[in-house]
């Protein structure tokens, strides 16, 4: 019976906390890119990518990897996932760093994302984004170019003028050059936004619209444009929009982002803010 207790000790290790890397491999050429392939889907696709991230064990395929060839920089990434993933930030970001240090062109993007979404360091994220850019010119991450996420970081500074060109930015590079290409709801959402900081309410009211044209469940843009209602006096309109955001958010309609189950993005609402502007509305 005593030789199980240290298995059924493991099995109860934290899923966000730490575990010891397994033995070292036979030493390759860290420098081969080829050596560094056959490491990856030896730790990765044949090891942490089998089971959960939540997993102990995910940590020391991790951990693994590194203490054979401490040079690639997608260990140390995949390494803070499940940290990043389980709000242990402080512990996560030195990884990305790392991961950064030993390839900003594969990750300098990917951390000026986890600033703006997840760490709420909005400065930093403007300065990755807009160094990527020089790396990267016209580039995306996680489905959106840079000037989205300098955009939205802008916008939570308080910068609404700079707000305002990032998003015409995004808005132009996902047209195109030929002007055709579609803008995604979530730019529309956020530039209405941004119109309605600097009181051009006109233009908030267009751009809030063309994004419920495109999704008309979206809890945000509705509940933005019940704002825009409401600030030129407009109580029927505004009404109608707030009690849409309150069935979406009800109904289960969020922003459809990957990480809004991690992290609230810029200006996402709850229920909360829209049963406070309907009261207010009443009164």
Sequence with gaps: MEKWWPLFLSLLAPACGHAQPASRPPAGDCASKAYQDTLVARYFDRGAHRISYLDPRWAQYCDSLIATCPNIAYAYQQKAMPLIKCGDYAQAMPLIDKAVALDANRYLAYRGFLKCIFTKDYT??????QRVAKLKPNGREMD???AFFEGASELELGHDKLA????????ALQRGADGQGSVHFNTLWYAGVTAQRLKQYAQAQTYLQQCLKAYPQHPEANYYLALNYRFQGQAAPARQHLEAAQRAL???????EDNIFYANYPEQITEYEVTQALKELRN
């Design 164 to 171: 305002e060109k990032a998003f015409a930015t995004d808005m």
């Design 144 to 146: 959106h170019t840079y």
């Design 124 to 129: 930093g994220a403007i300065t990755d984004f």
């Design 250 to 256: 009800i109904g289960g309609y969020r922003l459809n």
